[in-house]
């Protein structure tokens, strides 16, 4: 015997509508108290986030740093110079796969356009 169903397998929903069942289900769930478990991966992206937000950035000299990442990018002068160690270890122990070159020139298009302040230090 089948079940029919009222929805057509083809119906679209639109964002608003997506929203707003989002807020009902959340709703429910705090009115009967069903706690839902964030996943590992999903914690592991939301900590990233959280630990990147409250970075601390240090005031470094621009023509120090574009130096350091043009002439020791590739294994992360300018990363410790700039006080990223994870990043920097990252880029050291990496550097024959071409990563970190591929990276500093990221992190040299993030620093030029820059504005240093009256002493020529930006903040990295």
Same mark, same amino acid.
């Given at each position: =015997? *089948?079940?029919?169903?009222?929805? !057509?397998?083809?119906? *679209?929903?639109?964002?608003?509508?997506?929203?707003?069942? #989002? *807020?009902?289900?959340?709703?429910?769930? #705090?009115?009967?108290?069903?706690?839902?478990?964030?996943?590992?991966?999903?914690?592991?992206?939301?900590?990233?986030?959280? !630990?990147?937000?409250?970075? /601390?950035?240090?005031?470094?000299?621009? !023509?120090?740093?574009?130096?350091?990442?043009? @002439?020791?990018?590739? =294994?992360?002068?300018?990363? &410790?110079? $700039?006080? #990223?160690?994870?990043?920097?270890?990252?880029?050291?122990?990496?550097?024959?796969?071409?990563?970190? &070159?591929?990276?500093?020139?990221?992190? @040299? =298009?993030?620093?030029?356009? *820059?504005? $240093?302040? /009256?002493?020529?230090?930006?903040? =990295?």
């Amino acid at each position: =015997m *089948k079940l029919k169903t009222d929805k !057509k397998k083809d119906e *679209k929903v639109n964002f608003d509508d997506y929203l707003a069942l #989002q *807020k009902e289900l959340d709703e429910t769930r #705090q009115k009967y108290g069903v706690e839902v478990k964030e996943g590992k991966v999903s914690r592991a992206i939301s900590n990233f986030f959280n !630990k990147r937000e409250a970075r /601390e950035l240090h005031s470094v000299s621009r !023509k120090k740093y574009l130096i350091l990442a043009l @002439l020791t990018g590739w =294994m992360g002068g300018h990363r &410790f110079y $700039a006080r #990223q160690y994870p990043s920097a270890i990252l880029y050291l122990l990496l550097f024959w796969t071409g990563f970190p &070159f591929a990276m500093t020139l990221i992190d @040299l =298009m993030i620093a030029i356009p *820059k504005e $240093a302040d /009256e002493n020529g230090n930006i903040l =990295m």
